[in-house]
Nanobody, 124 residues
């Protein structure tokens, strides 16, 4: 049973940086695509960045150049480095995994079977 636990969120000023982490258990990285989604109040949840077991990454256009996703396979930890934060980045950030070696429709939430409870990022 895959469990995902996010951490690292917080309150940050515009232009600042954060490092989000997702600790995965019950999970073999080579069999999963894993990534980050976010949901702001009153808005639909959207895909932010995902990484396949082969290291292939996908990013939402709104975060390209500012967000970097990486995976420490030895520690089963997913990391999202966030820079140049904007107020529009304020949201609950979720870690999610789909059981597929290659990411299928990587930024579509309906493809993901496993979800964490989220970590709040507030930019103000």
């Amino acid at each position: 049973h895959v469990q995902l636990v996010e951490s690292g969120g917080g309150l940050v000023q515009p232009g600042g940086s954060l490092r989000l982490s997702c600790a995965a258990s019950g999970y073999t990285y080579s069999n999963y695509c894993i990534g980050w989604f976010r949901q702001a109040p009153g808005r639909e949840r959207e895909g932010v960045a995902v990484i396949g077991s082969d290291g292939t990454t996908s990013y939402a256009d709104s975060v390209k150049g500012r967000f970097t996703i990486s995976q420490d396979n030895a520690k089963n930890t997913l990391v999202l480095e966030i820079h140049s934060l904007k107020p529009d980045d304020t949201a609950m950030y979720y870690c999610a995994a789909q059981q597929s070696r290659a990411c299928v429709a990587p930024l579509e939430e309906r493809r993901y079977n496993f979800w964490g409870k989220g970590t709040q990022v507030t930019v103000s």
